[in-house]
């Protein structure tokens, strides 16, 4: 193998392939859309128990779900904050 076959060779299995999604949808006769981004944020402390309370779980889990917004494009709606 000539060394310009042998770079093509090695080129084209570290070619990164289409990802699944894009894959399984390709062919389809509907109109191609992003996955919607939700989350599930939860703040829990034990009240009412005769355990130890934890401190700042509320505080946390609301400051988590600012974070998916501002830093990670998650839109208010599709976030459930559970304190």
């Known amino acids: ?3 310009l076959r042998e770079i093509d060779a090695i ?3 570290r070619t990164p392939a289409r990802s699944h999604w894009a894959t ?4 389809s006769p509907y109109p191609i859309r992003e996955p919607r981004k939700r989350a599930v944020v939860v703040g829990i402390t034990y009240r ?3 355990l130890q309370p934890l401190l700042g779980c509320e505080r946390d889990a609301i400051s988590f779900s600012k974070i998916l917004v501002s ?3 998650f839109k208010d709606s599709d976030i459930l904050l559970m304190t």
């Open 11 to 13: 080129s084209s299995i």
């Open 48 to 50: 009412g128990l005769s």
């Open 1 to 3: 193998m000539t060394p």
């Open 71 to 73: 830093e990670f494009g």
């Open 24 to 27: 399984a949808f390709a062919a």
